[in-house]
């Protein structure tokens, strides 16, 4: 019987044990995904907005057309570019503008659509996407890149950013 009670409480104790390690576990996992997002974007949606932001701090507007659920171009550069450290750090020198155009109609509301639908009209009348464009206060196109290779490389879209910081 002594042998059996000592297996009983030594199983226990792994079960703790083993218990303890997944929530460590997790704890960890969760402080490392909110310092991964420590630095959120601030994106807006309207341009007229961003113009008011625009003309108080003296930045530029970046805008940025996307088709979030459709556009697989789009879908590779919030990951490599938009998603990256870098961009982070030099977004803090623009308002940011985001512009969607889903094809789903359950991703923005339909007001927010048809604003959207108005600006692609008025600023991206080839309907390239994504492209980026640099606006001034006033709303002047002052600068552009559209597209993105399968390549992946993002140094055109940083030297964008950078001739227009």
């Given amino acids: 019987m ?16 083993k218990y303890l390690l997944i929530i460590a576990f997790l704890g960890l996992s969760t402080s490392t995904y909110a310092q991964d997002n420590d630095i959120s974007l601030n994106w807006l949606t ?16 970046l805008l940025y057309f996307t088709g979030s659920d459709w556009c697989s171009p789009c879908k590779l550069l919030k990951k490599d570019f938009f998603d990256s450290d870098e961009f982070r750090k030099k ?3 623009f308002v940011l503008v985001m512009i969607d155009y889903p094809r789903r109609t359950d991703i923005i509301t339909p007001e927010q659509f048809a604003y ?4 692609v009209a008025k600023l991206n009348r080839s309907r390239t996407f ?7 206060h ?3 196109a002052q600068d ?6 399968s390549l992946r490389d993002t140094s055109n879209h940083f ?5 227009n910081i």
Avoid: D
Wanted: with cysteine; proline share 3%; glycine share 4%.
């Fill in 144 to 149: 552009e890149i559209s597209g993105y290779s």
């Fill in 2 to 17: 002594h042998i059996w009670h000592e297996k009983c409480v030594s199983n226990h104790k792994f079960s703790v044990m």
């Fill in 91 to 93: 977004s803090a020198e």
């Fill in 46 to 61: 309207n341009v007229e907005e961003a113009q008011k932001i625009s003309k108080k701090t003296n930045k530029p507007i």
């Fill in 159 to 163: 030297a964008f950013l950078n001739r």
């Fill in 130 to 136: 994504p492209k980026l464009l640099i606006l001034n």
């Fill in 116 to 119: 959207n639908k108005s600006i």
């Fill in 138 to 140: 006033n709303g002047k």
